[in-house]
């Protein structure tokens, strides 16, 4: 081969390995030691330099391109345009502009207020389901709670115990389980999907409004069941079908699932509709963790 | 060993490498929308596990290291072929391929981890956006290394010609891309969690 894209030796191959090994050390370092400090800007501007040197490093030396024909750079420069492209038009995607149409233009006050339950626009994008809103607060939602839970205990049976140390730690709290304030908090993260006033979205989300309590009614536990282990499938409620699926809540404490379920089933019209309403308890709880369903068996249980 | 005398084309490029180039740059704009499907969802998940529970640095920060060496092992590996050391040859195949099973031994405990601690395909936007991405790199490593097996099964059941030289050469192109595209990821995935 007379070309001239390896006419060095083997040295400057070399000399690449051990440059490219030194920078993912210096990148490891800035993020597990964080050398240059907890938080500070410099550190992620540092780590993008570094990979678009490993990279160049790969492309020019490895891949040989430094020194081969031009018109091999020219498609794989367009590639790389193209995938930068593909990159900036989908950061669009959820923005205010591409809803906008869709959102029932929200006021401020109705923004905050606790009865607007149209400011959560059900978005289907790219075959996801997605609840947004204006001005991106609506969906950008954040983790709602530390909870320090492992998250392993519906897969394996050896789980309730996770949860007991909680209990007997509050046992005292037991007997005066306040759930209001939790129960209301905890419901942020409900409320994107069922709506802040539990009405759900037709088609899409089951409402939690009267639906909760009817439920409540015929099984006291189905909506334990329900929120620990998720649900799948297709389900009615009030002759609407709902085909989706609910993520499973179970790394929520105890006391969180709890007081959600008490807040729902005392909050809206449930109350009117409740029979002989009996707040659940976190030990109600941790003995539905000890059945270890699945979102399907939770599905074949529901009343 | 002059290339012009198996001359495929006046404009002094091979055939296969022109092709694979194509190639490259089309995988280019398909990792290129993985990747944006993966940062536009970012931080969207409505539910656990999240990125900063699962994700071990030191443990991808080794697997980050085995694949870019044996991006070296394959540079060495067509440098040998080239001056006709096949022993040498052999060897840094072999070690590319040892070294690319090793990545994907890496992302098999990885997934069967996050799997374990609840993160799945259906559990919640970064379960289906991670799996994807990391899942379809993982099979572009997988195909490599069949594809370099195959290249040294040929090295012992028949002696190599200029033109094995030029497959080597595109394998090690499509190995070389995998890598990089692992060391976006690395990036953009893994280590930007935890700035």
Request: glycine fraction near 6%.
């Amino acid at each position: 081969m007379s070309h001239n894209n390896h006419k060095g030796g083997a040295a400057i191959y070399v000399i690449t390995a051990v440059f490219l090994a030194i920078l993912t050390y210096i990148e490891f370092g800035l993020i597990q030691y964080k050398w240059l400090g907890d938080g500070n800007p410099a550190t992620i501007l540092t780590i993008v330099a570094l990979s678009i040197v490993k990279f160049i490093a790969v492309i020019s030396i490895f891949m040989h391109l430094k020194d081969d024909n031009k018109t091999l750079f020219g498609f794989f420069a367009a590639g790389l345009v193209f995938a930068f492209a593909i990159f900036v038009a989908m950061s669009f995607l959820f923005t205010v502009n591409s809803t906008k149409n869709r959102i029932a233009a929200p006021t401020t006050d109705n923004l905050s207020s606790h009865e607007s339950s149209n400011h959560n626009i059900l978005v289907e994008e790219a075959g996801f389901r997605f609840p947004a809103g204006p001005k991106n607060q609506a969906y950008v939602i954040e983790r709602p709670f530390e909870s320090t839970k492992d998250y392993s205990f519906s897969l394996d049976s050896s789980n309730s115990s996770v949860s007991s140390p909680s209990n007997s730690q509050d046992s005292v709290a037991l007997e005066s389980f306040d759930w209001q304030e939790l129960g209301q908090k905890t419901f942020n993260s409900c409320s994107s999907c069922h709506q802040a006033t539990g009405t759900g979205i037709p088609g899409a989300f089951p409402p939690l409004n009267k639906n909760a309590a009817l439920k409540y009614n015929s099984d006291r536990e189905y909506l334990l069941k329900a929120v620990t282990f998720g649900l799948t499938g297709e389900i009615d409620v009030d002759g609407n079908s709902y085909n989706s699926a609910m993520p499973a809540w179970g790394y929520l404490s105890d006391e969180e699932i709890a007081a959600v379920l008490n807040y729902v089933l005392s909050s809206w019209d449930n109350p009117n509709t409740v029979v002989n309403f009996e707040a659940y308890s976190p030990n109600d709880v941790n003995s539905i963790r000890a059945l270890n369903l699945s979102s399907d068996d939770t599905l074949k249980q529901r009343p | 060993m002059s290339m012009t005398s198996h001359g495929y084309r006046s404009s002094n490029i091979k055939d296969p490498k022109l092709l694979m180039w194509i190639f490259l740059a089309s995988d280019c704009m398909f990792f290129g929308s993985l990747i944006g499907t993966y940062l536009v969802y970012r931080g969207r998940s409505l539910v656990g596990p999240y990125p900063q529970d699962l994700f071990d640095i030191p443990l991808t920060t080794i697997s980050t290291f085995v694949l870019l060496m044996s991006s070296f092992l394959m540079v060495m590996a067509l440098y040998y072929l080239r001056k006709n050391k096949i022993q040498s040859f052999r060897l840094a195949t072999f070690g590319v391929i040892i070294f690319g099973s090793i990545f994907l031994g890496f992302q098999v405990f990885e997934f069967s981890h996050f799997a374990h601690e609840g993160l799945t395909l259906q559990q919640n936007l970064f379960g289906s956006s991670f799996y994807v991405l990391t899942g379809t790199h993982g099979i572009h490593v997988a195909i490599g290394v069949l594809w370099l097996i195959s290249l040294l099964i040929t090295s012992y059941i028949r002696p190599m010609t200029s033109k094995d030289e030029v497959y080597l050469d595109v394998a090690a192109l499509y190995w070389h891309f995998v890598d990089i595209v692992w060391i976006v990821i690395f990036t953009v995935v893994y280590l930007i969690e935890f700035i």
